[in-house]
């Protein structure tokens, strides 16, 4: 845990405990040693994303498809014009595999199971699979596994043979990083109960400023709308929101043109905002960030509060629990000072 210096803003200890901070989201390590696996780790530490979009799996799935049955022709291609290559023994090893996977049939004959037979002892070797098949083993658990084992040989050729190393890494990297993307859910829905409790505490200041912090520029921001609705003009006057995605200049002049709102591009997690605020909202954003990060996040927030400012932190579980908790910037503290089932 990172502590704070001193002319920056305590976070009370006892926050952590809340049911709000529990099980924080952590980088997973690679299962199989696949180099996308590795890539994707790398990148999710540098981005710091342990969670991203729903269709970051799907994206990167399909690309990484397409790329391993691209290596494959290229290493049968190699193969065929250097006999050097075509002899090495994992190349061999591999080309067994493929093509054992593409006959083995529902019932393998006697001949494929010798051939499984003869290929198992160099499998476990390779740690290709983890252990010896057991007699009683599914064909379809066998498939699996011989296909996972297929997958790391094509994968360690691939980052091994001269002639395609380079732009295997590189179209890899691309495939992950482009795949890799934050979470954008965003609902004015489960949003509505919580700008109507905030009402209810806010001494009306029609000069307070306002900031949605992860606000979802990427499906328009729409919360800042419903928040100018709720709390204008009797509880703020600038409302700001705030994202780690940019803003596209479009967006930014059509919200400042149609609600008076304005957004722009802001990472919480390196800096303060760059000016303060009465009220932060931070709703359905801290629990895709590993625990050191939720520190950092609210160190930072706590920072960019005026005196007496307050920051709600909400997040929606299911229909029926969505906590949100009201905190206040006191003497250089961001103390809790109460909470809400805001459903
Ligand atoms: C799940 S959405 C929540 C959207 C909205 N607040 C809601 O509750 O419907 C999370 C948003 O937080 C943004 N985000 C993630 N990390 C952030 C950070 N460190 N600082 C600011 N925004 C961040 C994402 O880009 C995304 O727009």
Known sequence: MSIPPKNLCRISETLWNHELFSAPPDYSEPLHGLTAEHVDTHLRRLRRMPSTGDDTPEKALAGLQKLYERQRSLLLQAQAESLWLASAPKVVLWNQLRLLLEHLPANPTPSDVRLLDRLTPLLVKDQLIPRAFSPDARISELLEQLATAELILLDRLAR??????????????????????????????????????????????????????????????????LAARVLRPEYCGPLHGIDIVSPSPALQSAMLREHRNLLYQANTLLHPLPRRYHIILLANVHRHLTRSDQQQLLTHLACSLTEGGHLFINWRFDQRRSPCLFLQRRNQRLELITEHNAI
Do not use: F, H
């Open 160 to 225: 091994t043979t001269l002639k395609l190393r380079r732009p295997y890494l590189k179209q890899l990297y691309r495939i992950m990083a482009d795949a890799l993307d934050y979470n954008t859910t965003a609902d004015t829905i489960r949003i509505e109960p919580v700008l109507a409790w905030i009402k209810t505490i806010l001494p009306q200041n029609s000069s307070a400023a306002y900031a949605d912090v992860g606000c979802s520029v990427a499906t328009g921001a729409k919360n800042t709308i």
